[in-house]
């Protein structure tokens, strides 16, 4: 469990630096993994394991500290996503898989966007006040609009799946009482509709950019 420090919540898993660069890479790895498999395919096309990984290692920590942690989380998640995409392609296929480094430099910018609010924001995800209760909920729109996003793919079943245990996540690292767990469940749903237009920007900027 964690503890409360005037109203700040002391991390859950006490990751050091390495530790929180060694998730992020593992999420992006287990991201390329999926993209070649049939049945884990809608992981790699959903931002679940990214935003899984920012309520991992940001909750509890001092506002400079969440933001270095999750731009460092995300860099290495999208360096491992398209390195580990590039590496089981070879050996799959046992050809070459080019990375466009345009792309790439795009999501990485993506990510340091995306590190900048995730630290600032949800670093309060765990404690019981209301900005605690407004972090986790957020968060929970953000899994509920990303499946959304994705409902007309297919493979949606297993993404549903996921987010089932991504909010099960969530639910444990940032709800502190069955009052809260009630005010999380009335405004995630709001939020939702938030969380569908901040998932879909980034596919925005890419095609925006690819068309550049």
Do not use: N
């Not at 498999?37 to 920590?61: C, D, K, N, Q």
């Not at 999501?107 to 019981?128: Q, Y």
């Amino acid at each position: 469990m964690s503890v409360e420090v005037g109203k700040r919540v002391s991390g859950y898993f006490g990751f050091s630096e390495v530790a929180v660069l060694v998730a992020g890479v593992v999420s992006g790895a287990v991201g390329a993994y999926a993209y070649y498999s049939e049945s884990l395919r809608p992981l790699a096309h959903s931002f679940t394991l990214w935003i899984v990984l920012i309520v991992a290692v940001v909750p509890g920590m001092p506002r400079r500290r969440a933001v270095i942690r999750a731009v460092s989380a995300l860099i290495a998640a999208v360096l491992a996503f398209y390195l580990g995409k590039a590496w089981v392609y070879g050996v799959k296929y046992e050809g070459t898989y080019r990375i466009d480094p345009s792309t790439l430099v795009l999501w990485c910018g993506l990510a340091v966007a995306a590190g900048l609010v995730a630290g600032l924001l949800l670093d309060a995800v765990g404690r019981a006040d209301r900005r605690g209760t407004l972090a986790t909920a957020a968060v929970v729109g953000l899994l509920i609009g990303d499946l959304v996003r994705r409902s007309d793919r297919s493979g949606v079943g297993t993404l549903a799946v996921a987010t089932a245990i991504a909010i099960a996540f969530v639910a444990w690292r940032g709800i502190r009482s069955p009052r809260q767990a009630a005010e999380v469940a009335v405004v995630a749903l709001p939020l939702g509709l938030l969380g569908l237009v901040i998932v879909s920007a980034p596919d925005f900027f890419e095609g925006l950019f690819v068309s550049f």
